[in-house]
């Protein structure tokens, strides 16, 4: 099959269903991002669900994107961007079932270990449909559109969550994923035109995949069972060991392969590897933040599901209304003064957040800490991102973003997988609140010190200018959860 010349035109009906199947795509995605944290102490209960099988119910997903994704989007290069794309959201609906019938713990994490793996095929796709598909002169209308609507599928989860999981059951939050998907992949084969890169390697570098998957399973299974079976444990001490093998060998691997997943060259530029440092530490705090927030309000704060699930909205709100203008900030001053402030402010929020215990008052004990996150962070993706994106020559745009958004996905599943170890939560459970609260309030405290030390990688590499980038007239919503896969989204928002 050939490439189709990018000629759809966004007012068109052919051009708004193959939006329709983006949007609905990544948005069952950004939908399940939201929402499983909210049904996790509802899991807890039903399932007799352990402190490790929670972070396993997070992690199983999480590994198998992060380690995945940069190879679904060579991929759908290689063999057809639709054709990945569809398998990609079959494969979720499949998993996302197995999910939602799951008889047990470890029949959930293995179903969202699966779940990951087709997130790592659509991911990737959805914006590469419509960067191929779209006429140049309405891409930045499409892409904008993505973005908007994505925002909100992420603002809408935490509502839709937190109201299945009160008024129906957990399982709800993954078996809404089937119909949604089903649409997705019928639209896509009706409407979405087939595109590919000629020029892709012929060559996929699954062996990288590999070890990077082995790698950080082995440091996650072993940072999650360490509070349990204690360091000295064989299994502990195996799993370590494997991982940090692993690790090292995708490391050997990239540096030999002709056709690496992830070319190390790349962070021999000093602000790439600055951005990217920042990046990690940054996500790592936010991976602890989702994860525990929403579970202490529900399980120490007497939330109910919807009412602790909307807690964090404002977050949301503040980075669809502000992002574009700190893009626009940090081209004016530099990307150094943002990224290092930003961090500040967002520790600063996370020490508010620590204090929230018994019963707080959403108005006076929450949403003050939750609207300085907000800002905090609102004055951070955006620069983070374009610096990451825009300190490399153009035609490593796509493998920049790639790894920039695995990087991020990374951070937070060994986030998840060591603070509860850090915290001391030992063999305590996820879902008693004597034993979450002084934990908790650690994990915060924790991920304070982990955005200070962004800030400080960013006062010190990060360089006051970065080489400009070609306009766009893109205003797009960085997200919380992963930052973009899109090449030019957050390298200049307008919205001036």
């Given amino acids: 099959m050939t490439t189709v010349e990018p000629s759809l035109r966004y007012g068109q009906a052919a051009g708004r269903w193959v939006l329709l199947a983006t949007v609905l795509g990544s948005g069952v995605t950004f939908l399940d991002a939201t929402v499983v ?23 199983g997903y999480t590994l198998s994107l992060a380690a995945l994704i940069l190879l679904g989007g060579s991929l759908g290069d290689r063999f057809g961007r639709r054709k990945i794309f569809v398998l990609g959201v079959s494969w979720f609906a499949t998993a996302s079932l197995l999910c939602g019938l799951a008889p047990n713990t470890w029949t959930l994490i293995l179903a969202r270990v699966l779940q990951g793996v087709g997130g790592a095929l659509l991911t990737p796709g959805s914006l590469a449909i419509l960067e191929a598909s779209f006429h140049p002169d309405d891409r930045a209308k499409a892409i904008g559109a993505w973005s908007g609507l994505g925002g909100i599928a992420g603002a809408f989860g935490p509502f839709l969550g937190g109201w299945l999981v009160e008024v129906a059951s957990w399982r709800l939050v993954f078996l809404i994923n089937v119909p949604l998907a089903l ?16 020029e892709a390697a012929r060559q996929l570098d699954f062996t990288g995949a590999a070890m990077g998957a082995l790698g950080l399973a082995g440091l996650s299974y072993g940072f999650t069972a360490w509070p349990a079976l204690g360091p000295g444990s064989p299994a502990v001490v195996t799993a370590l060991a494997v991982g940090v093998a692993g690790m090292a060998a995708f490391v050997v691997t990239e540096r030999r392969s002709r056709h690496p997943m992830l070319p190390l060259g790349l962070f021999a530029s000093r602000p790439f590897t600055a951005a990217n440092l920042v990046t990690f530490a940054v996500y790592a705090a936010l991976g602890g933040v989702f994860f525990l927030v929403v579970l202490n309000l529900q399980v120490v704060g007497g ?10 909205l ?34 600063v929020a996370l020490v508010l957040l620590s204090r929230i215990s018994a019963h707080p008052d959403y108005l006076t004990d ?32 796509g493998i920049a973003s790639g790894a920039n958004n695995a990087i991020a996905r990374t951070a937070g599943l060994l986030a998840v997988a060591v603070l509860p170890l850090v915290a001391g939560i030992g063999t305590g459970s996820l879902t008693d609140p004597v034993a979450l609260a002084p934990a908790y309030r650690m994990a915060m405290l924790v991920c ?5 030390a962004g800030a400080l990688i960013a006062f010190a590499f990060v360089p006051g200018r970065v080489k400009p980038a070609p306009r766009s007239p893109v205003k797009v919503h960085c997200a919380v959860a992963g930052t973009p896969l899109h090449p030019k989204e957050c390298r200049e928002p307008s919205g001036r």
Avoid at 40 to 55: F, K, N, W, Y
Avoid at 369 to 384: Q, W, Y
Avoid at 448 to 452: F, K, N, R, S, T
Wanted: proline share 9%; aromatic share 2%.
């Fill in 448 to 452: 304070a010190g982990l955005l200070l």
């Fill in 37 to 59: 944290n909210i049904a996790l102490p509802s899991i807890g209960e039903d399932l007799g669900a352990s402190t490790a099988g929670l972070q396993w119910t997070i992690n």
């Fill in 366 to 397: 929450v949403l003050p800490a939750v609207i300085v996150l907000g800002l905090g962070l609102s004055l951070t993706v955006a620069p983070l991102t374009a610096t990451a994106l825009g300190s490399l020559d153009d035609r490593y745009a």
């Fill in 183 to 198: 649409v997705v992949a019928l639209v896509a084969l009706r409407h979405v035109p087939e595109t590919r890169n000629p």
């Fill in 314 to 347: 404002p977050v949301t709100a503040l980075m669809l209304l502000l992002s574009a203008r700190a893009g626009a900030l940090g081209q004016r001053t530099g990307p150094r003064l943002p990224m290092t402030v930003g961090p500040i402010v967002c520790a």
């Fill in 303 to 312: 939330y109910p599901p919807i009412a602790a699930g909307s807690a964090t």
